[in-house]
């Protein structure tokens, strides 16, 4: 019996999406286009956080493109603000991967501006793939529990955003925000962590700051 | 359900490989899956061979090490396992921070 061969690879299984994500990258980088991988868990207020941010940035356009199992609801409601927006539909994959952003980018073929890329309502796989963005936004909030660092820890190590959602209901539930941000911080220690609310529009001034300090690098 | 493209592209790999050493078979993969990789490797291993029929992978086993991740205290700097809800480092209480290990997901080499 003939023995086998063994041939070194040390490929990673990622290698083909991180190519197509670099690639993505540098071409949104020469077009003057600056993206974030919006991520968050279903319900979040990933939509209503990107509506609150693009109302407040002005002299810089926006561009949307929605990633959703179905359905265009969240696309329809940011094009009826003006924005122009495109929806992406996986038919059942849980996060959106590079090839499939890169034809998007083609689509909408945009130059100069911010481009907010809202990934699949999903704490988990996301965090994973690279998708040409130059930085990751995590929608967080204050509803989901105080836990969540700890069990989906990928999520909040890869962020370079966190924006904790729907503080005006802090009164009425039970958060434990030193609990959560010991979590983060041992995560990461530089991300920002902005307590923000949808509904109200409290902490968006901020997370704007920040996104103009990052544009303009 | 993202093992399966992810499985396609282990099959791949591991056939690029085997026809640049002019091999028709790959007879073995030997796979790194860390834990927090996001893969399961169980499920990898369940897609593999209806994934694999027809390729040059199709009587190839699938050996896969898992990796457990490890934090490194930022105090003492040990590599430790955490335990659910803690990122607190065992020997000295310290605070541990994330590291590669545990993240990875790559092929370490083929038998043809």
Known sequence: MTENKEIEVMQSVYDKNDEVAAQINSSLTESGIYAFNVMGAPGAGKTTSLINIIKRLKDVTSYVIEGDIEA???????????VKAIQINTGGACHLDSPLIGNAVEELSI???VLFIENIGNLVCPAEFMIGEHAKMLISTVTEGSDKPY????????????????????PYIDFDEDFFMKGVRALNKTAPVVKVSGK???????????IMEKVSL | MHE????????????????????????VINLV??????????SIELY???????????????NIERVVPKLKCSSCGELFVRKPFSFDCPYCKGEGGPTEIGQ???IKSIEI
Do not use: M
């Open chain 1, 72 to 82: 265009d609801f969240d696309t329809k409601t940011l094009q009826s603000l003006g």
């Open chain 1, 111 to 113: 130059k100069d501006g």
């Open chain 1, 151 to 170: 069990k989906y820890p990928l999520a909040f190590e890869k962020a370079d955003i966190i924006i904790l959602n729907k503080c005006d209901l802090i």
């Open chain 1, 200 to 210: 109200t529009g409290e902490g968006f001034d901020q997370v704007v700051s920040w």
């Open chain 2, 4 to 27: 399966y493209p992810i499985t396609q592209r282990i099959i791949e790999i591991a056939a690029e490989h085997a026809a640049k050493n002019n091999a028709s078979e790959v007879k």
């Open chain 2, 33 to 42: 899956v860390g834990d927090y990789s996001g893969y399961v490797a169980s």
């Open chain 2, 48 to 62: 593999f061979e209806i994934i694999a029929e027809g390729s040059a992978c199709e009587k190839a086993k699938l």
């Open chain 2, 104 to 106: 990875e997901f790559y």
